[in-house]
């Protein structure tokens, strides 16, 4: 358990070296070692603020999540851009819809808000008191139950197999 000790969340120091050599724009010895650095001070600083881990299932359910998640981030950015140069203002449908939650995992609902905000076109405004929904803007829904569905069937039973 020494390992643990030094690296309480080895996926964060990954990460973090990771994204220092791609910040630093340079793979040297120094932008190395530097993010080395970095990995295990900042998990060991941050790591009171991490009362558990979250149960991460698998490994090919993330991958297969991410590539959806790019993929639709992707094709709506081509829409919306169709949307903003092509319509009028006045023909958008914009629409606030509440996405109710299966999740129940912080760490799940959190995936879930920051994917409709990554994604163009659509916002994560509020999670419920009871965080059992979502409060989604809609740049354009003509189909208000249609978001909402989509949501639920892309991701939120995607994130359901990975956290829960």
Same mark, same amino acid.
């Given at each position: 358990m020494m390992l643990k000790r030094y690296l309480p969340h080895p996926l964060l120091s990954a990460a973090l070296i990771v994204i220092w050599v791609m910040l630093?724009? &340079?793979i040297s010895v120094g932008t190395v070692v530097f993010a080395i650095i970095l990995a295990v001070i900042i998990p060991l600083?941050?790591?009171s603020f991490w009362p558990g881990r979250p149960k991460v299932g698998n490994i090919w359910a993330i991958c297969e999540y991410g590539l959806i998640v790019l993929w639709d981030i992707l094709v709506a950015n =081509?829409? =919306?851009?169709?949307?903003?140069?092509?319509?009028k203002a006045d023909?958008?449908?914009p629409a606030s819809v509440t996405v109710p939650l299966d999740l129940t995992?912080?760490?799940?609902i959190t995936a879930l808000a920051g994917t409709i905000t990554m994604t163009p076109g659509t916002v994560t405004v509020d999670l419920s008191r009871d965080a059992r929904s979502l409060l989604v803007h809609c740049l354009h829904a003509p189909d208000p139950q249609g978001v909402v569905d989509d949501i639920k069937s892309r991701y939120?039973?995607?994130?359901?197999?990975?956290? &829960?």
């Open positions: 630093a724009n &340079e600083i941050s790591q =081509v829409v =919306v851009a169709g949307l903003v140069l092509f319509r023909s958008l449908e995992s912080p760490e799940a939120e039973r995607r994130l359901k197999e990975i956290f &829960e």
